[in-house]
């Protein structure tokens, strides 16, 4: 157990050395551009442009360069955007970073609750009206566009209908700090959790669902229907541990690529200053530290989601950890 997981590991440490290298090589190893101008910004100063050059190494070779960009993005902590009056992008990110978690966790509970009970019922009832109905459903989650669902929302609940007593509760778009007010932050984040939420069921409750219909057609699933185990039984201590695998592994990457920065849409639609809407907001200005750092943070997310996932499969599965 112990191997497999120092192994992956020092995997993980070499995808992310691969990843920042690249980044670093496709933003400031480019031939024929000059990554000094890229960090100073439009109609920077000679003054700016030199101290930005000897700050950042640029007239040194490629490896301290890399060396001197990780140092200031991992270490020191002090890559500034010049495109922003010089102010510090790590920290810029750490302040986004929280509403980001905050949107993705609270939306990621709901679709996995929803997802898994729509899956179970609908493999139960096979066949029947109520799966023909909850897979219906799901497509239709799935086909409905986020920032379309969410301006729909908005349009309802901040609009035409906010002042009835079904909506009045509402508050305006906008974020609110937990350790500022638990309630106010639970409502400003309510409704973009289930807006974000709705494709999310859709796509989980659907494989879900086939996983498990394929499953109970496995010969460990007859051998239990043998020993007379009920068939609910069967169904969520036998069939759902081992369809698991595939949601755990989608949930993983999901996860991670939302809470990286994929929550772009929802976030702008209801004005949550995230990580995503951080990064529309550097490429709109072509502020090249703030994006290289957004890509990176999101990188390290996905990479680590990843890592994660591989050990989960060590437990849901006895097949990967004999293997080992």
């Given at each position: 157990?112990?191997?497999?997981?120092?192994?992956?590991?020092?995997?993980?440490?070499?995808?992310?050395?691969?990843?920042?290298?690249?980044?670093?090589?496709?933003?400031?190893?480019?031939?024929?551009?000059?990554?000094?101008?890229?960090?100073?910004?439009?109609?920077?100063?000679?003054?700016?442009?030199?101290?930005?050059?000897?700050?950042?190494?640029?007239?040194?070779?490629?490896?301290?360069?890399?060396?001197?960009?990780?140092?200031?993005?991992?270490?020191?902590?002090?890559?500034?955007?010049?495109?922003?009056?010089?102010?510090?992008?790590?920290?810029?990110?750490?302040?986004?970073?929280?509403?980001?978690?905050?949107?993705?966790?609270?939306?990621?509970?709901?679709?996995?609750?929803?997802?898994?009970?729509?899956?179970?019922?609908?493999?139960?009832?096979?066949?029947?009206?109520?799966?023909?109905?909850?897979?219906?459903?799901?497509?239709?989650?799935?086909?409905i566009p986020v920032f379309w669902l969410g301006q729909v929302v908005n349009l309802i609940t901040q609009n035409r209908y906010h002042d009835?007593?079904?909506?009045?509760?509402?508050?305006?778009?906008?974020?609110?700090?937990?350790?500022?007010?638990?309630?106010?932050?639970?409502?400003?984040?309510?409704?973009?959790?289930?807006?974000?939420?709705?494709?999310?069921?859709?796509?989980?409750?659907?494989?879900?669902?086939?996983?498990?219909?394929?499953?109970?057609?496995?010969?460990?699933?007859?051998?239990?229907?043998?020993?007379?185990?009920?068939?609910?039984?069967?169904?969520?201590?036998?069939?759902?541990?081992?369809?698991?695998?595939?949601?755990?592994?989608?949930?993983?990457?999901?996860?991670?690529?939302?809470?990286?920065?994929?929550?772009?849409?929802?976030?702008?639609?209801?004005?949550?200053?995230?990580?995503?809407?951080?990064?529309?907001?550097?490429?709109?200005?072509?502020?090249?530290?703030?994006?290289?750092?957004?890509?990176?943070?999101?990188?390290?997310?996905?990479?680590?989601?990843?890592?994660?996932?591989?050990?989960?499969?060590?437990?849901?599965?006895?097949?990967?950890?004999?293997?080992?």
């Amino acid at each position: 157990m112990i191997m497999p997981l120092l192994r992956r590991l020092g995997q993980t440490v070499f995808v992310l050395f691969g990843i920042s290298a690249l980044v670093f090589a496709v933003f400031f190893a480019t031939p024929g551009a000059d990554p000094t101008a890229r960090i100073a910004g439009r109609n920077a100063a000679p003054q700016t442009m030199e101290k930005v050059r000897k700050e950042y190494g640029f007239d040194r070779p490629l490896p301290v360069q890399y060396a001197i960009m990780m140092k200031k993005l991992f270490i020191t902590r002090d890559l500034a955007s010049y495109a922003n009056r010089g102010e510090l992008v790590v920290p810029e990110i750490m302040r986004a970073a929280p509403v980001t978690l905050s949107l993705v966790s609270g939306a990621a509970v709901i679709w996995v609750v929803l997802s898994i009970g729509m899956g179970v019922v609908a493999a139960a009832c096979k066949g029947s009206w109520i799966d023909r109905t909850l897979m219906m459903a799901g497509l239709v989650g799935i086909s409905i566009p986020v920032f379309w669902l969410g301006q729909v929302v908005n349009l309802i609940t901040q609009n035409r209908y906010h002042d009835t007593w079904l909506f009045s509760w509402v508050p305006g778009l906008g974020y609110v700090p937990f350790t500022q007010s638990p309630c106010g932050w639970f409502l400003a984040l309510v409704i973009p959790w289930c807006v974000l939420a709705v494709m999310f069921v859709g796509i989980y409750s659907r494989i879900l669902r086939a996983d498990l219909v394929a499953i109970m057609g496995e010969d460990f699933i007859r051998t239990a229907r043998a020993k007379g185990l009920s068939p609910t039984r069967i169904l969520l201590r036998h069939g759902l541990r081992t369809a698991l695998i595939t949601f755990v592994s989608l949930f993983g990457m999901d996860f991670a690529q939302l809470v990286g920065g994929g929550a772009l849409l929802t976030e702008v639609v209801f004005g949550l200053p995230g990580v995503g809407r951080l990064t529309y907001q550097a490429l709109n200005s072509l502020d090249l530290p703030l994006i290289m750092a957004t890509v990176m943070y999101s990188a390290v997310f996905v990479v680590l989601a990843n890592a994660l996932v591989d050990a989960a499969y060590l437990f849901l599965d006895p097949r990967v950890r004999d293997a080992h």
